[in-house]
């Protein structure tokens, strides 16, 4: 069956990981809407097609230097961009708290956060081999950067942070600590 031929570009594995990305661009169209509610809800979904896609993976023996180059890829979408639209949005709101000035700096340091996520996924890539899972993870991972981002995003809603500022400080420490040399087990 062509969906557990390792060959098969649209293999089971790489149908969950083209999942996983479906569901990170439709969560960014619901944030541009206003809509966080259903894009926290997306992202939530796109986090458990990027858990299956892997066990399906190492399963079915469907693991490829595609399938790893598309699962980073889908990890790009939903757990740096995704994130990085949603927090950005919420601390803007209508942009006239943050002013014109604010906004372009909050802007900058979340183009900051993209990149470091883009470069920690890079990195990753370079180091791993198909299949292979080693047993801790250098630097946060960008699921957990994206879990830690969406936290930001709760203290800020709920004005526990009320600071769009400090939220962005925060937000540095996040994009630093994914390409740092924290050891992180890996589940």
Known sequence: MKLFDKNNR?????????GNIA??????????????????????????????????ARKYNLSTEFGVQLDSFADFLSFVVMPSFLLFYALRGD??????????????????YVISGLRRLIEF???????EVAKYFEGVPTPLGAILLWILYLLYSYTVIPNPYLIAVLVLVIAWALNSKIKIKHP
């Open 23 to 56: 569901a990170g661009i439709i969560a960014i169209y619901f944030i541009v809407q206003g809509n966080f509610f259903v894009a926290i809800v997306l992202a939530w979904i796109a986090g458990a097609l990027d858990i299956a896609d892997g066990k399906v």
């Open 95 to 112: 942009g006239s708290h943050l002013g014109y000035a604010g906004e372009i700096l909050i802007g900058f340091i979340f183009i900051f």
């Open 125 to 131: 890539n370079l180091k791993v081999d198909a299949g």
């Open 10 to 18: 649209f293999n089971a594995a790489n149908l969950i990981s083209f």
